[in-house]
């Protein structure tokens, strides 16, 4: 046949589909989020997590070995205190356990890049996002709390801060509170397209932080809803955000695309535990190859205009990209 154009002349050998790949794929983009436990000697899996484990301070340095090993030299740390209130208390204490772990993790490893989720939920005994009014999360009184949850994880030694609470303001609050302290330089990266999803079922087992009584949809996102998604992650750009993030991952790559394309800042997306869950239910009854859905997920983020990447998988992602496999 006379066809001038042939797409799969550049697909005939492994090192042409490589050359001319459209996304590209680096292990500096890698977060990985870890759980640390108030305790001593705690290395605990996750039981709705196979393969994710709960640290004691006095663990976690032998997992971020492991990490660094691994290529992935940035973690997000979120912490389970040993008590909770009405306020969260645990969450901006000096000797809180987040607090702990960053310190620790500077101390042994100063090269490492540690992240602050800044948020109530795994502090407050009620479970939810915020200070109560009644049974409703009370917006702007929650600011002041997530102001200096952020502003204590910056002086244990967090290089940046992600408020995940879904607030309105609340970038807005930490960056004044930052910079009024001397932290100017400290990035922000947002949870600002955050959904109400049941893909975060695992997580709440895994930190103990599902609310005692009705659910989070007054504060994040309904999942019918796109145009809202850059209305919040326009506001928080306006509020000094550095990055903008999109959680979940797997279904909401549109959303994903959408932020990269209207916002002109570095884009995140979290690939959650329920995705991490699924993957490995699936793969431990035989049902797909864990290896190939790993990165076959993991490419259609970074494909979707992700710039930075939150997954549980981040070693084993970082592995492949070294195998040649992605990236």
């Known amino acids: 046949m006379d066809m001038k154009i042939r797409p799969r002349r550049l697909r005939t050998s492994a ?6 790949r459209e ?6 983009s890698l977060i990985y989020p870890m759980f640390i436990k108030e305790g001593t000697g705690i290395e605990e899996e996750i039981p709705t997590m196979p393969g994710q484990y709960r640290y004691s301070v006095d663990r976690m340095p032998f997992a971020l070995e492991k990490l660094m090993n691994a290529g992935v030299g940035s973690v997000m740390f979120f912490g389970i205190p040993e008590h909770k209130d009405t306020c969260g208390s645990g969450a901006y204490a000096e000797d809180g356990i987040v607090q702990k772990a960053f310190r620790e993790a500077k101390r042994q490893f100063p090269e490492l890049y540690c992240i602050g989720d800044v948020c109530m939920c795994e502090y407050t005994s009620h479970g939810h996002c915020g200070i109560l009014k009644g049974e409703y999360v009370d917006n702007d009184k929650t600011l002041d709390y997530l102001a200096r949850i952020a502003l204590s994880q910056v002086q244990s030694g967090a290089d ?3 408020p995940s609470d879904m607030m309105d303001g609340r970038v807005g609050a930490i ?7 001397g932290y100017q330089e400290v990035p922000i990266m947002s949870y600002a397209v955050k959904y109400a999803s049941a893909f975060y079922g695992p997580f709440r087992d895994a930190a103990g932080s599902a609310p005692a009584f009705g659910d989070r949809k007054s504060y994040q996102m309904d999942y019918h809803n796109s145009r809202e998604a850059m209305k919040e992650a326009l506001l928080d750009v306006e509020e000094g955000a550095d990055i903008i993030m999109v959680k979940p991952a797997m279904t909401y790559l549109d959303i994903i695309a959408g ?10 997306a979290y690939s959650v535990s329920g995705e991490y869950a699924m993957i490995k239910a699936a793969a431990s009854l035989g049902y797909v190859d864990e290896a190939a859905i790993i990165c076959e997920t993991a490419v259609s983020a ?5 710039d930075l990447y939150l997954t549980y998988f981040a070693p084993e992602i970082a592995g492949f990209m ?3 496999r992605i990236g």
């Open 175 to 181: 960056r004044n509170l930052l910079d009024a302290n």
């Open 160 to 162: 940046m801060v992600a």
């Open 23 to 28: 996304t590209r794929m680096d292990k500096s």
């Open 322 to 324: 070294d195998e040649g």
């Open 259 to 268: 932020v990269k394309e209207r916002i002109q800042l570095p884009t995140a």
């Open 302 to 306: 970074y494909r979707a205009g992700v």
């Open 15 to 20: 090192v042409l589909r490589k050359m001319v």
